[in-house]
């Protein structure tokens, strides 16, 4: 089974703040994603990468940015964070191979006041 | 569009009945498989189930789906609900993006 890291856990930080999350995953799989979980909206992609170096839009990128460094570790960035930000935001990957599975990280937790 | 929906956001049922969560999608893919994830209080999600084929019944920890594409539902059930089943579920799709089109949840709530 994967193995899918987040850090940190919990973040507070205050409006106008540069926060930057991070993931990393082991299991040599070739795609990771970046979620975040609201109650009443569900889970919602921000944003997902095929390999080092690419990335791909998800459904809800404004104020996002993303940067896969490795093969395992892929990042998101909020450069000007605002309340609206504040959520659960989990990282997944997948194999890109046949499995179409998730696995996803145990989340972080991000406050903006 | 894709898209998944989930009619219940909570479910309440008493320990020991059946319970059984509504699943139905759109897509214009040829899909590839389906999956339901349960998510505890303060875990990750998780995949419960996972389903390609059509008409084939799919179990794990008691729990069963079977995908319909004539009906476009993938319902999730279970014979006699247990204190522990209580937590988040998602349906959700792969088509051949890569992506998974999550539905919006239903919470099941099993009480004594």
């Known amino acids: 089974e994967a193995a899918v890291t987040q850090s940190p856990r919990n973040k507070v930080t205050v409006t106008g703040g540069n926060v930057t999350l991070s993931c990393r995953q082991t299991n040599s799989h070739n795609y990771m994603y970046w979620y975040r979980q609201d109650t009443g909206h569900g889970l919602r992609l921000i944003h997902y990468?095929?390999?080092?170096?690419?990335?791909q839009i998800g459904d809800v990128p404004d104020g996002y940015k993303a940067t896969r460094t490795t093969q395992e570790d892929f990042f998101l960035l909020l450069e000007l964070a605002s309340p609206s930000q504040t959520s659960l935001y989990f990282c997944?990957?997948?194999?890109?191979?046949?499995?179409?599975?998730?696995?996803f990280g145990p989340g972080t937790r991000l406050t903006v006041l | 569009g894709d898209s998944v929906t989930q009619t219940e956001g909570l479910v309440t049922v008493t320990e020991g009945l059946p319970v059984k969560l509504n699943c139905t999608y759109q897509?214009?893919?040829?899909?590839?498989?389906f999956f339901w994830y349960v998510q505890y209080l303060n875990e990750a999600p998780q995949v419960l189930l996972r389903s390609s084929t059509d008409n084939k019944r799919t179990e794990h920890q008691g729990f069963h789906a079977t995908l319909h594409k004539s009906s476009s539902s993938f319902h999730l059930q279970k014979s006699s609900a247990q204190l522990s089943d209580s937590a988040l579920y998602y349906c959700a799709l792969a088509g051949n993006t890569r992506k998974l089109i999550f539905g919006l949840g239903t919470t099941l709530q099993v009480q004594p």
């Open positions: 897509t214009t893919y040829l899909t590839i498989a």
């Open positions: 997944a990957s997948s194999s890109g191979t046949g499995v179409y599975e998730q696995y």
């Open positions: 990468s095929y390999g080092a170096g690419n990335l």
